[in-house]
Every structure is written in C-alpha cells, then in structure tokens.
C-alpha cells in the first residue's frame, strides 16, 4: 500500500463526529441492528448504509455523507454503491497501513 497523506489522516480525525462513525464503523455489530449490516449477497461484510449512519449521528445525510468521503480519501473507510444506496465500513487494511507509517515516521 502507498504511503498515505498524513494531513488527509490527520483532517479526518480531527472532527468528533467522523470519529465517532469510524468508531461504529470499526464495530458495527455494536451498534448497529444486524439487520441494518450488508453482509452476504453483496459481499461486502459490515458495511453500513449512509442513511444509518445519519440516523444514529443525529446529522443531515449530506453532512454525513461528506464526513464518510473525507474518511474514505484519508483510507480509513472503504465504500461500495449497492443498487441506489451507499455503504460504508471500515477499511482495515488502510488503519493498519497508516499506524505502519506513523510507527516508522515517529
């Protein structure tokens, strides 16, 4: 995986809320209904729709939707577009990369 931009990273976490959904999105059987996970058929385990997401931050959808795109450029959410709805979850691989790099820098 490329190096990733620590300023992308860094923006990203720096807003409570965009923690907070990386939080749930870490864990999303913990807070959100297993009914609510796109597992299964599409093959995309975890993911969350971006209407959940807004729901439970108490946010606008357009509000949240941009907090989900500038944590999904800094690598730390992977999406996938399913029929008309978005899902989101979190992108492991791009944590651990990132934790790599600060670990190698610091």
Same mark, same amino acid.
């Given at each position: 995986?490329?190096a990733?931009?620590?300023?992308?990273?860094?923006? &990203?976490?720096s807003?409570?809320?965009?923690?907070?959904?990386?939080?749930?999105?870490?864990?999303?059987?913990?807070?959100?209904?297993?009914?609510?996970?796109?597992?299964?058929?599409?093959?995309?385990?975890?993911?969350?729709?971006?209407?959940?997401i807004?729901?439970? &931050?108490?946010?606008?959808?357009?509000?949240v939707?941009?907090?989900?795109?500038?944590?999904?450029?800094?690598?730390?959410?992977?999406? $996938? $577009?399913?029929?008309?709805?978005?899902?989101?979850?979190?992108?492991? &691989?791009?944590?651990?990369?990132?934790?790599q790099?600060?670990?190698?820098?610091f």
């Amino acid at each position: 995986m490329a190096a990733m931009n620590p300023t992308e990273i860094f923006k &990203a976490l720096s807003n409570e809320y965009r923690w907070q959904i990386l939080m749930w999105l870490k864990s999303p059987q913990q807070h959100f209904a297993a009914s609510a996970h796109c597992d299964g058929l599409h093959d995309f385990e975890g993911g969350i729709c971006v209407g959940l997401i807004a729901e439970k &931050a108490g946010l606008a959808q357009s509000v949240v939707s941009g907090y989900l795109n500038t944590l999904k450029k800094a690598g730390l959410l992977e999406s $996938r $577009r399913i029929g008309k709805w978005t899902y989101y979850r979190y992108c492991r &691989a791009g944590v651990q990369a990132w934790l790599q790099q600060l670990h190698e820098q610091f």
